[in-house]
């Protein structure tokens, strides 16, 4: 009995900011969740009542900003990743992703500093992710060589990042190297999963992807040349 007491004295000490906080976890947790299984709606009302909990809630933050980018709005889900670097200038993991709300409104030298802002940071377990972003947007200034060295750091850190060798190939594609670009995508096709070495499966998957217009036409374009060569 005087253990019990001792609990529950415990528990009617804690303070009701302590409270919040724990309640304000339970809906982000649940916002991830919701987002994992694409409903985008409960996860937005989810984050929001984090926020209303606990208004410095970086992780919930950065989850407005999936549930933004999902719905093509950058500018809102630029805003919310923002916000998340403001509450913590080392999280790497809401750079990142503010790179890439930036790359998709053509604002490529502000993506590329937002990609090294991550990267400042040597303890983010995703460094590849930044690299991968930086290396998207200087091929989109046409900064080819710029786009290859950056795609070639994420391979270093991750040799079985195949997203990265799919964007490199295409850079060397576009600089001209084409036998590295032969040899960029069939090392992607290779380790991807959907593919397991299979060109005539990626090529049909390819234009499958294109005509979902989830990959715009010219890079499928220059992928099924690429596998051809």
């Known amino acids: 009995m005087a253990v019990a007491a001792l609990a529950l004295g415990a528990l009617s000490c804690r303070s009701p900011g302590s409270k919040k906080s724990e ?10 969740s919701h987002l994992v299984t694409g409903d985008t709606q409960s996860a937005f009302v989810k984050f929001h009542e984090a926020l209303l909990l606990k208004s410095n809630h970086k992780e919930a933050m950065n989850g407005l900003g999936y549930v933004y980018l999902s719905r093509n709005d950058y ?10 670097t403001k509450v913590d200038k080392e999280y790497s993991e809401a750079y990142n992703n503010l790179c890439f709300a930036l790359y998709s409104q053509g604002m490529f030298n502000e993506a590329i500093e937002s990609c090294m802002q991550a990267l400042e940071n040597p303890v983010y377990p995703s460094p590849e992710k930044a690299f991968y972003n930086t290396g998207r947007s200087y091929h989109k200034m046409g900064r080819y060589k710029d786009a290859i060295g950056a795609f070639e750091e994420a391979l270093k850190r991750h040799p079985n990042f ?60 220059q992928f099924l040349e690429i596998l051809h060569y």
């Open 75 to 84: 500018k809102k889900a630029e805003e919310s990743f923002r916000s998340a």
């Open 162 to 221: 195949f997203q990265g060798l799919y964007a490199q190939a295409l850079s060397y594609n576009s600089d001209r190297q084409y036998g590295k670009a032969a040899e960029a995508m069939n090392l992607a096709v290779g380790l991807d999963p959907r593919f397991k070495g299979d060109k005539h499966l990626a090529e049909s998957k390819f234009r499958e992807l294109k005509e979902k217009g989830i990959i715009a036409p010219d890079e499928v374009s």
């Open 23 to 32: 309640i304000a976890q339970s809906n982000y947790q649940l916002g991830m």
